[in-house]
């Protein structure tokens, strides 16, 4: 037995260490550094609003108890000011004088509290010589005791003082939010967008439904799924793509203006403008077509503009602005192909001729790709994301829209457009197919597909058809990315609009 054992070294940061030491103080004191209830009677935001007339040097006999975290203090001999932030980033100073808390409670102020520390106040309203709104505390409790620090600011490559990196602030989106005004107001401007998504589907009497995440098949688009295991059937399932199969069901069910919003999951690549976790919305219309869903797509995104920011016209991130009023652009895929390359494309181009385009473009094309996914691979390089201003981009190939209505005047094609904003595809809507002869062997051909290699295929999926055969009414479908409606209004990469998106564990 060694009786002499070795010292572990203690690699705990010093700054954490000091303010264990004094939670522990606190403790030892018998003051609670994390006290279950505090007497608040106002919040930070109540107090700026209520008081905008108080003139400097002046002190009213009003009180509050308000709470905040301390983002600045200024101790100096027998005064303090501290800073409190309110969780919406709005700040009030505190002024904290020997006259009016004593002794011991500036002694303690000063000894215990740290910069991102949650303290109570309770005190009197006035104004600072210098005109500054404020609270001139009589007392103060430690409210939450912040074991670690606050991240220090540094100077970027373009010279802006910056409190996290990039990745940090993905990564710790919980300091982000504690130190970034503009990610704080995205994670309200988010819940604003959704409210008003909700009142544009309500003022047209759609019902809003919750769908299984998990599921027996994967379908209802063209994506790669997520498999997990259920232990208690010990069954294989998949993390769904798309809410579509469950949401046609309904409507064959009776329930006739249906939507869904909620998140899906594709295990593809990630980038500015993919996520393999996102929040989509859904929604079918029986009767309706995909010039029905068309309108209330655009209802939708012009709304969402209007409610939350109060203009058609959104001030970008880069501080460019982006008119999304007026009419939309609309063109035809093969149409507007046809045009940039100067010669007809149509579904009857053999397929080495679309090789050649696309070799002829540098654009890559997978071996089990049929003939319409060349197509929108060429159309997306050379035409999609150059659509600056919003266009539906209509009537796309049978063989990539396997839920889709057959177009009723233009063979080969189906009545589907996409949405492009500044280049990117915003949503897409069907007329929705309703023959469940068709939709079976459509389904049977995506089969053959994926056993073709194609991971995207979509599988036959016996209970939907089955659905179907009961008889599903025509209609429209829309899908839309919620994620990247945010960064339609506002500019900003995916990963900006998600408050905790999936990021790659760091090594």
Known sequence: MNENPVPVADDTPEQIKVRKEKRARLMEQGRD????ELPITSTIGLVRKKYTQVEAGEELADEVGIAGRVMLMRPSGKIAFVALQAGDGERLQVIFSLANVGQEAL????????????????????ASKRGELSVFAHSWAMASKAIRPLPKTFTNAEGEEMTLS????????HLDLITRQSARDMIRIRAAVMRSIRKTF?????????????????????????????????????????????LKKAVVGGVERIYEIGKNFRNEGADSSHSPEFTAMEAYEAYGTYDTMAKLTKDIIQNAARDVFGSLVVTLADGTEYD??????????????????????????????????????????????????????????????????????RDFPEDTSPLTRYHRTKPGLTEKWDLYIRGMETATAYSELADPVVQRDRLTQQSLEAANGDPEAMQLDEDFIEAMEQGFPPAGGMGMGVDRLLMVLTGLGIRETIAFPFVKLSN
Not at 211 to 229: E, I, V
Request: hydrophobic share 35%.
């Open 107 to 126: 002694d303690q102020l000063k000894a215990d509290v740290d910069l991102g520390d949650h303290i109570f106040v309770q005190g009197h309203i006035g």
């Open 324 to 393: 999304l009023g007026g009419e939309w652009d609309e063109i035809c895929l093969y149409d507007s192909l046809s045009e940039k390359l100067g010669e007809e494309i149509t579904v009857d181009t053999p397929r080495e001729r679309l090789l050649e385009i696309a070799a002829e473009h540098e654009i890559k094309v997978k071996e089990y790709a049929v003939n319409g996914k060349i197509v929108e691979d060429i159309w997306e390089e050379l035409v999609g994301n150059l659509l600056y201003k919003p266009t539906f981009v």
């Open 202 to 246: 309500e003022e047209r009497e759609y019902i809003e439904i919750e769908t299984p995440t998990l599921q027996n098949l994967h379908g209802g688009a063209a994506a790669r799924p997520f498999t997990t295991h259920i232990n208690a059937y010990d069954q294989d399932l998949y993390l769904r793509i798309a809410t579509e199969l469950y």
């Open 166 to 173: 990039e990745e940090m602030r993905v990564r710790k989106r």
């Open 33 to 36: 550094p994390y006290p279950a």
